[in-house]
């Protein structure tokens, strides 16, 4: 059974930094998945961030682009997304993401994955 747990959120001031890992059990990055980050704000929907796949290629949401970074430790099973110069509006409800797949393409569209955590919460202050 494919788990996924988030981890690493909480408070920041703007211009800071943080980094949100996801444990994933069920399954090995050994294996061809697509793993995805994705966040909802307070009356908003849920938004794509950022996508890879375990066998490598990288996806970004241009709102992010060039200040996330979506990663992977195949030792550990985890994917993480670096977060650098955080502004107010990345306030939200952060999850990771995951779907077996065939390709080494990854969609960052919330509709692709069947496989979500729990979240976990960012807030960054003005």
């Known amino acids: 059974q494919v788990q996924l747990a988030e981890s690493g959120g909480g408070s920041v001031q703007a211009g800071g930094s943080l980094r949100l890992s996801c444990a994933a059990s069920g399954f090995t990055f050994g294996r061809l998945y697509c793993l995805g980050w994705f966040r909802q704000a307070l009356g908003k929907e849920r938004e794509g961030l950022a996508a890879?796949?375990?066998?490598?290629?990288?996806t970004y949401a241009d709102s992010v682009k060039g200040r996330f970074t979506i990663s992977q430790d195949n030792n550990r099973n985890t994917l993480y997304l670096q977060m650098n110069s955080l502004k107010p509006e990345d306030t939200a409800t952060y999850y990771c993401?995951?779907?077996?797949?065939?390709?080494?393409?990854?969609?960052?569209?919330?509709?692709?994955?069947?496989?979500w955590g729990q979240g976990t919460q960012v807030t960054v202050s003005s």
């Open positions: 993401a995951a779907y077996r797949s065939a390709s080494y393409s990854c969609p960052v569209v919330v509709e692709a994955y069947n496989y």
């Open positions: 890879k796949s375990t066998f490598g290629g990288t």
